[in-house]
């Protein structure tokens, strides 16, 4: 899928700009049949896939499906260098522009969240930093009106009404960061 293909390599350029880390950054959707239970890959499975890619691969999975275990509101998984969330389809067919909208919205903001556990986890911080600040903004974001950062096809940052492509939690506001 070319949007998230795209999105792969927003977030490569993303942890260089918002967290000087050079890391690449890979991600696939799972070639899963929703509700076909014994069709699904345990976490076993792609922790060994992830380790075959590589330490200096950020990699994340996304599935159709929620992860069976998860302590975060975005209904993802993360673990070294390994992220895993559901990843939200739209309801009906939508143009190209509402389509890239709606995985922005939905999905793009998700995985900057599961993402920016990981990193401050890499960088040192504690638990409460790492796992507690990421979460005490993403509710800022949903509940107190902090808006999200938009980015455009460049990576340049445009407000919410322009057209954009990624969306992200606003990393400044991670106090430990």
Not at 57 to 66: A, E, M, P, T, V
């Amino acid at each position: 899928m070319g949007y998230v293909h795209s999105m792969a390599r927003f977030y490569q350029w993303w942890l260089k700009h918002q967290f000087n880390m050079n890391l690449k950054v890979e991600c696939d959707i799972l070639p899963v049949i929703p509700g076909k239970i014994f069709d699904r890959m345990s976490i076993g499975y792609l922790i060994r896939d992830h380790n075959q890619r590589g330490k200096g691969i950020y990699h994340f999975y996304l599935s159709y499906s929620k992860p069976i275990w998860t302590d975060c509101p975005i209904e993802g998984y993360t673990a070294e260098n390994f992220g895993l969330m559901l990843w939200k389809r739209p309801a009906s067919s939508l143009s190209d522009e509402l389509r890239v909208k709606f995985f922005a919205d939905s999905n793009c903001a998700a995985v900057s969240h599961l993402i920016s556990h990981e990193i401050l986890r890499m960088k040192g911080k504690a638990k409460r930093e790492y796992f507690g600040e990421v979460h005490r903004v993403w509710n800022d974001h949903l509940h107190l009106r902090l808006p999200f950062i938009y980015f455009n096809d460049s990576y340049r940052v445009v407000s919410k009404e322009s057209l954009y492509r990624f969306v992200t939690l606003d990393i400044r506001q991670v106090h430990s960061q």
